[in-house]
């Protein structure tokens, strides 16, 4: 079938009985044995502009106002049932990348994040996972991917009605998706650029700290699920989450009020099943004590990799990077006249660098230029652990 004779079948159907049948003849343009030729992509291109996001009109210019709220929620809801229903997860990936590749349209975005966000309340794996190949293949710290992590965060971790358990769940149904999104998510909060400094809201925090406490290979999920990816696609390396949350974990001591924090936070009072209205009072953690479990899910993640991935894990300069950072913080305190090696903050801060350090050195996981990592964490102010950590491993090289 021509070009013109597929535009004109499309055309005797209204929306969005057009964009639906206009998937169909996507997949058989893009999906098949070899790569498809340009004119292929082209002609799939052309289709998705007119048919699925009713951008272009017939002669390929720009239609205004394109698809309105309602019919924006029908097209979520056809590319949902397409995904769901599609088993090849190559062909999966091919029309989700086609789909919403590129992304300079704010209008594809603004519909991705409305889907991605339906997937997350519904915990749609088949939608979840098409979401964190394309976190992947964009690169989870592009401006669209963080516009697309910032737009689920603001509809899901802000509410105190926000269901935490259904999120949790979300480690195990799509880990590859949980991965990548942990890794964009650490982008955004705890930045040293940041003036002030930006902290994760506290249910982000929680649901985060569960999913790397509980699962310890999470963080590798990305590099050891390699993506299906269309035939002729470039892959994109995976990213693992790890560096930016040692920089979470490492910086929370320094901009955490413990104090005031934990006259913030009630007690919560749940109903413990099998006990006749009996009530349970539960002391909801404060986010210092989150900040330690989630040192401590990241120090098994960093013991997990040994066993089952490359040392690929952290990269050297991404841990050099938040070093100013401390050293600043440390000329702060010299310049109100504080004793640096006796400030609990800067302490913590220090151990849990060489705590994260230590492990990731001991169990191969970092990569890059490790003698230029330990010649930077020798200008940081004294702290015992660190000394040991820097000696041991100078030693070893």
């Known amino acids: 079938m021509s070009l013109s004779d597929l535009k004109h079948s499309l055309r005797k159907l209204e929306f969005p009985a057009c964009s639906k049948e206009a998937l169909i003849k996507i997949e058989q343009l893009l999906v098949g044995r070899a790569a498809p030729t340009s004119k292929q992509l082209d002609i799939a291109m052309e289709i998705i502009s007119e048919f699925v996001f009713c951008d ?46 590129g ?27 098409a979401v964190g190949v394309w976190l992947q293949q964009m690169g989870c710290s592009s401006p669209q991917s963080l516009q697309l992590v910032e737009n689920i965060i603001r509809d899901h971790f802000y509410l105190n009605t926000t269901n935490l358990t259904a999120l949790k769940s979300l480690a195990s149904t799509a880990p590859q998706f949980v991965c990548n999104f942990i890794t964009a998510v650490t982008e955004l909060y705890m930045q040293e650029t940041q003036k002030p400094i930006k902290l994760p809201p506290k249910n982000l925090l929680e649901v985060i700290t569960f999913w790397v406490y509980s699962t310890p290979t999470l963080c590798m999920s990305a590099q050891l699920n390699a993506a299906a990816l269309p035939s002729g696609a470039i892959p994109m390396a995976a990213v693992t989450p790890l560096a930016g949350l040692v920089r979470w974990c490492a910086f929370a001591p320094l901009y955490i009020d413990e104090d005031a924090e934990m006259l913030e936070i009630p007690p919560k009072k749940i109903k413990i099943e099998g006990e006749r209205g009996a009530l349970k009072t539960v002391k909801a953690q404060s986010e210092s004590q989150l900040y330690i479990q989630l040192q401590l899910g990241l120090l098994q993640s960093l013991r997990a990799w040994r066993r089952r991935g490359p040392p690929a894990a952290v990269a050297a300069q991404r841990v050099t990077a938040l070093l100013p950072a401390v050293r600043e ?69």
Do not use: W
Request: charged share 20%; hydrophobic share 40%; glycine share 8%.
């Open 56 to 101: 272009a009109d017939r002669r390929g210019g720009r239609r205004g106002g394109g698809l309105n709220p309602l019919q924006e929620l029908q097209l979520i809801d056809i590319i949902c049932d397409y995904l769901s229903a599609c088993s090849n997860e190559t062909t999966k990936n091919t029309i989700f990348l086609s789909l919403f590749g």
């Open 329 to 397: 913080y440390a000329q702060r305190l010299l310049d109100r006249g504080c004793k640096i090696n006796t400030d609990q903050k800067l302490q913590d801060c220090l151990d849990r660098i060489g705590q994260a350090v230590q492990v990731a050195l001991a169990n191969g996981c970092v990569y890059g230029n490790i003698s230029s990592l330990l010649a930077s964490l020798d200008t940081l102010p004294e702290n015992r652990l660190l000394r040991i950590v820097i000696k041991t491993h100078q030693q070893a090289i």
């Open 103 to 129: 992304m300079e349209n704010q209008r594809k975005l603004k519909i991705l994040s409305i889907l991605a966000s339906m997937a997350v309340s519904a915990s749609s794996t088949p939608v979840l996972l």
